[in-house]
């Protein structure tokens, strides 16, 4: 079992950059494919981006935040990234980190199986 806690969230202004990050526990990271998702008020828990436990270069992202969001890892701080450039109002939501060690998928929230409580970005015009 993992836990997951983000930090980073705040609030910005359009055009802005923000870093978040996620600190898992236990001595497996290394083992997980890792995600970010972002939730609105009133709106679903949508994918954002993930990355492979198989190789660090293993990255995939949503459309809406491709070219403007990095996601990465750091497995010896067991530390999961993501970079927000061009920060958009519509880019402001909870962020929360996911972690799972299956092979269901990336993209859909099923496929992960631990959650962090999530950090909010704001973001302002």
């Known amino acids: 079992q993992v836990q997951l806690v983000e930090s980073g969230g705040g609030l910005v202004q359009a055009g802005g950059s923000l870093r978040l990050s996620c600190a898992a526990s236990g001595r497996t990271f290394s083992s997980y494919t890792m995600g970010w998702f972002r939730q609105a008020p009133g709106k679903e828990r949508e994918f954002v981006a993930a990355?492979?436990?198989?190789?660090?270069?293993?990255?995939y992202y949503a459309d809406s935040v491709k070219g403007r969001f990095t996601i990465s890892r750091d497995n010896r701080k067991n530390t999961v990234y993501l970079q927000m450039n061009s920060l958009k109002p519509e880019d402001t939501c909870v962020y929360y980190c996911a972690a799972t060690q299956s092979l269901r998928g990336l993209y859909a929230s099923k496929d992960y199986d631990y959650w962090g409580k999530g950090t909010l970005v704001t973001v302002s015009s």
């Open positions: 990355i492979g436990w198989w190789s660090e270069s293993s990255t």
